[in-house]
């Protein structure tokens, strides 16, 4: 199973639908399960530094194969790789990347927000991820 440029653009479109939703323009990349960028979007008004920020959030999702959140618990001061954050180009730590896999557990890629609040990034990619994870066989 691999994630197809269809299946891509689905999540984008989800993404940006509940953006315009709650009224906030985001930039949201689409990374193949090497982290390798498969699609993006900028919307209109979206804030040029966050274009680095989406792509990163995913990134950071699918090469440690986790959602970007949950790498805090690992670099946070006293824990075990505090720190690594700063590595792979600078790792993102809080909300907006989340990791995708298939059916069977395999990892296919990530989707990273970036534009808003932290917790409008985390409802607009969910909403972006959620479009995978329903979206037909044939999507993915």
């Known amino acids: 199973m691999k994630l197809t440029s269809e299946a891509a653009e689905t999540m984008i479109a989800a993404a940006v639908a509940k953006a315009s939703e709650i009224g906030v323009a985001v930039n949201v990349a689409v990374l193949d399960s090497g ?3 498969k ?9 040029l530094g966050a274009v680095d ?22 670099v946070k ?8 954050q700063f590595s792979n180009g600078v790792l993102i730590t809080f ?13 296919l890629g990530a989707i990273g927000v970036s534009g808003g609040t932290v917790p409008q990034d ?19």
């Open 35 to 37: 982290a390798h960028l």
């Open 39 to 47: 699609a993006f979007r900028r919307m209109d008004g979206a804030a």
């Open 53 to 74: 920020l989406a792509i990163r959030k995913a990134r950071t999702a699918a090469l440690f194969q986790m959602n970007s959140e949950e790498i805090w618990e690992f």
């Open 77 to 84: 001061p006293g824990a075990p790789a505090e720190g690594m």
């Open 95 to 107: 909300a907006g990347g989340v990791l995708l896999k298939g059916e069977d557990g395999e990892i």
């Open 122 to 140: 985390g409802e607009i990619v969910a909403a972006g991820s959620q479009a995978f994870s329903t979206s037909s066989p044939s999507l993915h």
